[in-house]
């Protein structure tokens, strides 16, 4: 048992964590410690506690088949999302969103768990599905994708979202489900954060009227865009279906993802909080609001130009002083 347990070890790969883990909790520590040499901050102990809860985690894993898991993955995927929805009701409300379960001090969003239940859930539907059609499966696929990601944006949490995709697409990438397929959620998805974040971008950025970004912020012009790109996906459907013809199929496609852009953009609207669409802001333009929003891009880049290559040594940090 003990020979097996230790052959099993990739110990690079421990070694690498172990520093990791200690670089950062170090890194936590001086950022805690102002110019006058006094700690005014014990966030530090929290990643130590946290560093043994998962390190014990990882040791019970290592001693696991982990292909026993499959079996009882989508019953911890259901599990996390009853979670989801309690936690949505009765949750902590953190930083704008209900997303935190926890005693005291000591506390854990349930949407980190909800992340291993999904990665476990979607990679057990991928392998049973391979022998079924590119487009079901693909369907199914972005079904499972959508419990977490709706649940999670209700709270809402965009940022924990957004995580969401990149997985989704990474595993059924590998999973051999076509690109042409992914890439309607990816642009679909990069669509939506553009079309919601442009009106927001002439008024507060910009500042003067753009026409094209005015249909955006126009409830009526939407409407009639939306409706223009629908009825010319409906005409590429049609034609698809009698005619067999490729180009309707493009036809089909492209509008398709536009219409959802359009659609998926007045959802982020109405969902989104005024900070979150803040957030978007900024990462364009951070001195947009220097003293709000955009205070951590700013600060993360003032700090990195002091500390120039080598950095400003240990427990010196600019800003943290």
């Known amino acids: 048992m003990k020979i097996r347990f230790f052959s099993s070890i990739d110990y690079i790969l421990l070694l690498c964590v172990l520093l990791l883990i200690t670089i950062g909790i170090a890194f936590i520590y001086s950022s805690g410690i102002n110019s006058e040499g006094v700690l005014v901050s014990n966030e530090y102990i929290k990643q130590i506690v946290w560093f043994c809860i998962g390190f014990s985690v990882m040791i019970i894993m290592v001693l696991m088949d982990y292909r026993k898991l499959e079996r009882y993955s989508h019953y911890f995927f259901i599990f996390m999302a009853a979670i989801l929805v309690y936690t949505r009701f009765f949750g902590r409300y953190v930083n704008g969103a209900r997303s935190w379960l926890g005693i005291g001090d000591l506390g854990i969003q349930p949407s980190e768990l909800m992340k291993i239940a999904f990665i476990l859930c979607l990679a057990r539907f991928l392998e049973k599905s391979s022998a079924e059609k590119p487009m079901k499966r693909f369907v199914l696929a972005i079904c499972i994708m959508m419990v977490p990601m709706g649940l999670i944006l209700l709270q809402p949490d965009l940022g924990t979202a957004s995580v969401f995709l990149p997985i989704f697409l990474f595993m059924c990438f590998m999973a051999d489900v076509p690109v042409r397929y992914l890439m309607i959620v990816f642009l679909t998805g990069m669509l939506t954060i553009v079309f919601a ?26 409407i009639l865009v939306f409706s223009a790109s629908l009825g010319i996906c409906i005409i590429g459907i049609l034609g698809n279906m009698f005619f067999k013809k490729k180009y309707y199929y493009w ?33 364009i333009d951070p001195n947009s609001d220097p003293r709000g929003a955009g205070w951590n891009i700013i600060q993360s880049k003032t700090a990195i130009g002091a500390g120039t290559l080598f950095g400003r040594g240990f427990m010196q940090g600019s800003q943290s002083h």
């Open 251 to 283: 036809i089909t496609y492209f509008f398709g993802i536009f219409s959802c852009a359009i659609a998926g953009s007045w959802c982020c609207g109405k969902v989104l909080k005024p900070y979150q669409i803040a957030r978007l802001i900024v990462f």
């Open 197 to 222: 974040v442009l009106p927001i971008w002439e008024t507060e950025i910009l500042r003067k009227s753009v026409p094209i970004i005015h249909v955006l912020s126009n409830i009526k012009l939407r």
